[in-house]
């Protein structure tokens, strides 16, 4: 996309630390325009010719919710289109109507996640709007 590099950083930065500090292992960026705009972690295989309906799919998501964070089953098509099956956690954050973040962990349950891993993803998502 089209980022300044203070934004491009800002993102960069929110990924690694999330990262670092929590049992996640993999951090995407996903808009409506761009669909994977960054990515953080472990290789996973995606299909690229799935990918804008993972992302659609990601983003049709996060609208149904009321609160902008949910977990997804390893079936959803999101989860499919990107590769991510194998994860043992996937997690939509909203950013806006258009962007979300997916932080994925392929060894841990949604469980070892503390409350704070958790709000800190909502943080996150408001650092990079």
């Known amino acids: 996309g089209n980022l300044s590099q203070e934004k491009k950083d800002q993102i960069q930065w929110a990924a690694a630390c999330y990262l670092s500090i929590t049992p996640a292992t993999q951090m995407l960026l996903l808009t409506k325009k761009d669909l994977i705009l960054y990515r953080l972690g472990s290789d ?3 299909d690229g010719d799935k ?3 993972g992302v659609n799919a990601a ?3 996060l609208r149904q919710s009321k609160g902008g964070r949910i977990a997804l089953p390893d079936s959803h098509p999101a989860v499919v289109a ?3 099956s194998k994860a043992r956690t996937v997690v939509l954050q909203r ?6 973040w997916v932080m994925s ?9 503390t409350p704070s891993d958790l709000k800190w ?6 650092y990079v709007t």
Do not use: P, Y
């Not at 392929?106 to 996640?113: E, K, N, T």
């Not at 993803?121 to 408001?126: D, F, H, T, W």
């Open 95 to 100: 950013i806006t109507e258009e962007s979300c």
């Open 105 to 113: 962990s392929s060894d841990q349950l949604l469980a070892r996640f």
């Open 44 to 46: 996973s295989s995606m």
């Open 82 to 84: 990107l590769g991510l």
């Open 121 to 126: 993803l909502g943080q996150l998502a408001k």
């Open 59 to 61: 983003l049709d998501q």
């Open 51 to 53: 990918i804008e309906e």
